[in-house]
T-cell receptor, first 114, second 110 residues
Framework: KAGVTQTPRYLIKTRGQQVTLSCSPI?????VSWYQQTPGQGLQFLFE???????NKGNFPGRFSGRQFSNSRSEMNVSTLELGDSALYLC?????????????FGPGTRLTVT | DAKTTQPPSMDCAEGRAANLPCNHS???????VYWYRQIHSQGPQYIIH?????ETNEMASLIITEDRKSSTLILPHATLRDTAVYYC???????????WGLGTSLAVNP
């Protein structure tokens, strides 16, 4: 079974621009979560999607948004990029329903804002 | 969710057991203990989880104290490939938002 894939793997953007990151979950997984990882803050939860609906949201400004498609693929968008948005963005997929047994993470997208 | 406390770094000799501690003194009765690890430049990888009883799988063993206020992840025979950051997380089964700390950076030395 193929793992979680994220594209692109690396991205360089300029302040003020916007960016869209993509995540394809493991086949059969319908829940997709997004995390931001920075050296000082560790992994911080952004949001989770299931059935094309945002189910949980972390404490990030409205510049961070996401969506999920009917095939469970998900995208996240960051508008008006700031230098502090430079981070590794991780996507994780899991089965839906009941206890979280395990989340499977993708390799991440490394975003650098200059 | 309950917070966890882990030492920022640890060293272990190759072939020896690595014992990674985690304190979760405010854990609730319905919260599980999860362990993940992150090898450099990769996404986190699930290792093991438990509620009350000790657990073992092909990767590691999880020892949870009787009062559930702390736990230890044991890698029985550490290899160089086990060098990674290890995260201990507590989470209720119906809460799908995991809260991560900074983890323990484990260095396995030859």
């Amino acid at each position: 079974k193929a793992g979680v894939t994220q594209t692109p793997r690396y991205l360089i953007k300029t302040r003020g621009q916007q960016v869209t990151l993509s995540c394809s979950p493991i086949s059969g997984h319908r829940s997709v979560s997004w995390y931001q990882q920075t050296p000082g803050q560790g992994l911080q939860f952004l949001f989770e999607y299931f059935s094309e609906t945002q189910r949980n949201k972390g404490n990030f400004p409205g510049r961070f948004s996401g969506r999920q498609f009917s095939n469970s693929r998900s995208e996240m968008n960051v508008s008006t990029l700031e230098l502090g948005d430079s981070a590794l963005y991780l996507c994780a997929s899991s089965l839906v329903g009941g206890t979280i047994y395990e989340q499977y993470f993708g390799p991440g997208t490394r975003l650098t804002v200059t | 969710d309950a917070k966890t406390t882990q030492p920022p770094s640890m060293d272990c000799a190759e072939g020896r057991a690595a014992n990674l501690p985690c304190n979760h003194s405010t854990i609730s009765g319905n919260e599980y203990v999860y362990w993940y690890r992150q090898i450099h430049s990769q996404g986190p990888q699930y290792i093991i989880h438990g509620l009350k009883n000790n657990e073992t799988n092909e990767m590691a063993s999880l020892i949870i104290t009787e009062d559930r206020k702390s736990s230890t992840l044991i890698l029985p025979h550490a290899t160089l490939r086990d060098t990674a950051v290890y995260y201990c997380i507590v989470n209720a089964g119906n809460n799908r938002k995991l809260i991560w700390g900074l983890g323990t950076s484990l260095a396995v030395n030859p």
